[in-house]
């Protein structure tokens, strides 16, 4: 067994496994476009194909959600880091982050809130459920349609190819990048030489 040493739970180390930063993109009744940066996301399953995001309480973006019940979970690349870190320190109830970032609000096909057109993917959502846990709700989207950028695709063009992609991810309140492939679900394990 290797050594261990325990840790306190502050924030830096409740981040140790990464996480998809995504910029979510969403509107209020009368509210212009807004986007939040959120580095607590991921898949919370597969039928319903539901997204879960922690959104910190009183959120600004978390009260337009719920007024229209729809947003767009996109997500940026590595080398779109300043972008996606400038829309988490800022609050849109003051600036419209779309006009300000030079980000472009795309028309959605099955919701009323945008997504970002710059972003290699966007997941157009319908408010599924709120948990509320405590600093943060729990929010669940049910995915209704993908978008995803064209040089992104697999050489097939049926699939997400990662490495065109290079999604930014948060891991210990950092953004990364991911680096190489190691092996398929269910196949790595041959890496170890195992049947």
């Given at each position: 067994?290797?050594?261990?040493t325990?840790?306190?739970?502050t ?11 995504v ?9 212009r ?14 039928r319903?194909?539901?997204i879960?995001?922690a959104?910190?309480v ?32 800022i609050?849109?109830r003051?600036?419209?982050k ?19 057109g ?11 459920r709120?948990v ?12 209704q ?5 064209t ?39 041959h ?5």
């Open positions: 067994m290797r050594e261990k325990v840790l306190p739970n924030w830096n180390n409740l981040w140790p496994l990464p996480a998809t930063t910029m979510v993109s969403c509107v209020g009744a009368k509210a476009p807004n986007i939040i940066t959120l580095g607590a996301s991921g898949i919370a399953c597969a319903p194909p539901l879960s995001l959104f910190g009183g959120r600004y973006s978390l009260e337009l959600i719920k007024e229209t019940g729809d947003f767009a979970v996109n997500i940026p690349s590595g080398d779109q880091a300043a972008i996606t870190d400038w829309c988490g320190t609050s849109g003051n600036v419209d779309f006009r300000d970032g030079a980000l472009t609000a795309a028309a959605s096909r099955s919701i009323a809130s945008p997504f970002i710059e972003c290699p993917v966007a997941f157009e959502c319908t408010l599924w709120i509320p846990c405590g600093s943060h709700d729990l929010v669940l989207g049910e995915v349609c993908v978008h995803v950028d040089d992104a695709l697999s050489s097939a063009g049926d699939s997400l190819d990662p490495a065109k992609f290079n999604p930014l991810v948060s891991i210990q309140l950092e953004y990364w990048d991911l680096g190489q492939r190691r092996g398929r679900w269910g196949e790595a394990r890496l170890l030489g195992k049947p």
